[in-house]
């Protein structure tokens, strides 16, 4: 149906940035929002940031707000994740991820709210 790569992850230092990109394949016209999420050793994946495939809402999880953004080219099939001021808990496997138009409410920080998953970059932030 809709295939997902990222790419950009890689080590930096504590305070450095990086660009994560996702792009997005297949049935591309079905998306209705992207999102990013990420897997920490030993912890649950949660929730980054997320936005509409329109562009005109965007997400941030508390932790990231103010240093991470989130943004889209439709023309590219791609959603990018700039990441800047980074710190040694961002430490993480970065996973992009898309949904289908769902009827009712979409909880965009819910893992299982999403139906496309790429197979995630690491990003290790150095102290």
């Known amino acids: 149906q809709v295939q997902l790569v990222e790419s950009g992850g890689g080590l930096v ?12 394949s297949g049935r591309t016209f ?8 990420r897997e920490a050793p030993g912890k649950e994946r949660e929730f980054v940031a ?3 495939w329109s ?32 710190k040694p808990e ?7 991820a898309a949904d289908r138009y769902q009827p009712g409410s979409w909880y965009f920080s819910i893992p299982g709210e999403y139906d496309y998953w790429g197979q995630g970059t690491q990003v290790t932030v150095s102290s």
Do not use: E, P
Request: net charge positive.
């Open 13 to 24: 230092q504590a305070g450095g940035s990086l660009r994560l990109s996702c792009a997005a």
């Open 30 to 37: 079905s998306i209705y929002h992207m999102g990013w999420f």
């Open 50 to 52: 997320a936005i509409s």
């Open 55 to 86: 562009g005109r809402s965007t997400y941030y999880a508390d932790s990231v707000k103010g240093r991470f953004t989130i943004s889209g080219d439709n023309a590219k099939n791609t959603v990018s994740l700039q990441m800047d001021s980074l």
């Open 90 to 96: 961002d430490t993480a496997v970065y996973y992009c």
